[in-house]
């Protein structure tokens, strides 16, 4: 049997079920599948659950469009308590080096200086002393220092002046010198604990350097 080819421009005719249609179905109809649906999800949705965010840890929240998000409690801010407040710190030490006056001594004239003293220390007798010492009088404390201290390295002392050494200049220059010396040297943790002049030059009034 021979066949020939449709006459051109005739369309062959069709049983309606075209393999590029989709039939309709029925607004009843359904196969059993999860609704696709955007509107509200239920309440019984296993993605849907009832715990609210802690308002705590919620940061970025409303302004500037951004969602808000968790964080953790450690980022919390805490303000101090009274306690903390009015309580004295664990280490307090305290160098001043002031008041210098000239003194006559004779013919001689000579400048001290007060040391006051600050500390709740243990290694320390007294929280709070003032006693006043010459520039001979660091002399030979930082002598001692040195020879008791091997491990320490001991600053050095302003120098000395031979003219002008009166002066309110010149004073006030030795004043801030000798006061940034005790600071150093005070608040160095080994001699705290290893040096025995250390608490007598800065508390004792009637310290002697011939006792060391």
Same mark, same amino acid.
């Given at each position: 049997?021979?066949y020939?080819?449709?006459?051109?421009g005739?369309?062959?005719p069709?049983?309606g079920h075209?393999p590029f249609?989709?039939p309709?179905?029925?607004?009843s109809t359904?196969?059993?599948?999860?609704?696709?649906?955007f509107?509200?999800?239920?309440t019984?949705?296993p993605y849907?659950?009832?715990?609210?965010?802690?308002?705590r840890y919620?940061?970025?929240?409303g302004a500037?469009?951004?969602e808000?998000?968790?964080?953790?409690?450690t980022?919390?801010?805490?303000?101090?308590?009274? *306690?903390e407040?009015?309580?004295a710190? $664990?280490?307090?030490?305290e %160098?001043?080096?002031?008041? #210098?006056?000239? !003194?006559e001594?004779?013919?001689?004239?000579?400048?001290?200086?007060?040391?006051m003293?600050?500390?709740n220390?243990?290694a320390f007798?007294v929280?709070y002393?003032s006693v006043?010492?010459?520039?001979s009088?660091?002399?030979a404390?930082?002598?001692?220092?040195e020879?008791e201290?091997?491990r320490v390295?001991?600053p050095?002392?302003?120098?000395?002046?031979?003219?002008?050494r009166?002066s309110?200049?010149v004073? *006030?220059?030795?004043?801030?010198?000798? $006061?940034?010396?005790m600071? %150093?040297?005070?608040g160095h #943790?080994?001699? !705290?604990?290893g040096?025995?002049?250390?608490?007598?030059?800065?508390?004792?009034?009637?310290?002697?350097a011939?006792?060391?």
């Amino acid at each position: 049997m021979s066949y020939s080819s449709p006459t051109k421009g005739v369309v062959a005719p069709t049983s309606g079920h075209s393999p590029f249609l989709r039939p309709e179905l029925p607004p009843s109809t359904s196969f059993g599948f999860p609704s696709t649906s955007f509107s509200t999800p239920s309440t019984t949705s296993p993605y849907v659950t009832d715990r609210q965010p802690n308002p705590r840890y919620l940061v970025g929240s409303g302004a500037g469009g951004k969602e808000a998000h968790e964080q953790p409690a450690t980022m919390e801010p805490r303000s101090q308590t009274l *306690e903390e407040m009015y309580s004295a710190p $664990e280490n307090t030490l305290e %160098i001043e080096v002031r008041d #210098p006056r000239t !003194q006559e001594f004779g013919r001689k004239m000579y400048t001290d200086y007060e040391i006051m003293c600050r500390t709740n220390i243990p290694a320390f007798k007294v929280r709070y002393s003032s006693v006043r010492r010459r520039y001979s009088d660091f002399e030979a404390f930082r002598d001692i220092l040195e020879r008791e201290s091997t491990r320490v390295n001991i600053p050095q002392l302003p120098g000395k002046v031979f003219s002008g050494r009166f002066s309110d200049e010149v004073i *006030e220059q030795r004043r801030e010198g000798l $006061e940034r010396f005790m600071q %150093i040297v005070a608040g160095h #943790p080994l001699l !705290q604990t290893g040096s025995k002049v250390l608490c007598a030059f800065l508390q004792d009034p009637s310290w002697n350097a011939s006792s060391y």
